[in-house]
């Protein structure tokens, strides 16, 4: 798999499905023009902007450039890169017709143009082995942070602690946590933050080793 540092955001869960086959990297979706009106997917997308930083990859329609255009206004704070697929003219094979200006989205561009469009966009990326040792839903469960009758405040907490939005549902916490630390990691993290509670935020490099 390609690494990517940054966080990348698309329209659709088929713009997802196709870049996770080439790419190892945090995707965000924004599910078209919801992202208008989607408080906690714009809080996750400002978080990632400020700490890796967030590629924009949208359709190169009129929507894909609102949606583009719409997100540049929305994030104010840390890195943001465009990155912006060709005009190829066709249809999706899942797709009965093309779309209404006929062009291909994100989910329809083959691997090599797409990888030629993050590199005309000086992307970095690199090979590296898939993430061993990945934070499942039920670890979260096990800690508590979901499925149980205080597990948002739990959560809350340990988000407050790791200076990660408040609006983060179980689902996008669970994303999160995998780019920060391993499974591992975190109930090292979580058991030393029961043991000793501290104001401070925890981050990860603080509860790796055993000190």
Known sequence: MIH?????IVEGKYDKI???SILD?????????????DAEKMSLIRYYAK????????????????????????????????VYIPDIYGKERRKDKPSAEGKLGVEGIDKKRLLEAFTKAGILADERPAKADSIT?????????????D????????QKKLGLPDLL?????????????????LQRCWKRWHKHPAPHQFRPIHCTGEH
């Open 51 to 82: 700490t890796t930083g967030v590629i924009i990859l949208t359709d190169s329609d009129t929507a894909g450039f609102k949606i583009r255009h719409y997100l540049k206004g929305a994030i104010h704070e840390g890195k943001l890169y465009h």
């Open 18 to 20: 196709k870049l996770s």
């Open 137 to 149: 839903k039920l670890d979260l469960y096990e800690l508590g942070l979901s499925g149980g009758a």
């Open 169 to 185: 549902s179980a689902a996008s916490l669970l994303e999160v946590l995998n780019t920060m630390m391993t499974r591992t990691e």
């Open 25 to 37: 990297a945090v995707i965000l979706v924004t599910n078209g023009f919801r992202i208008f009106h």
């Open 4 to 8: 990517i540092a940054q966080a990348i």
């Open 151 to 158: 597990s948002k405040a739990r959560r809350k907490a340990l």
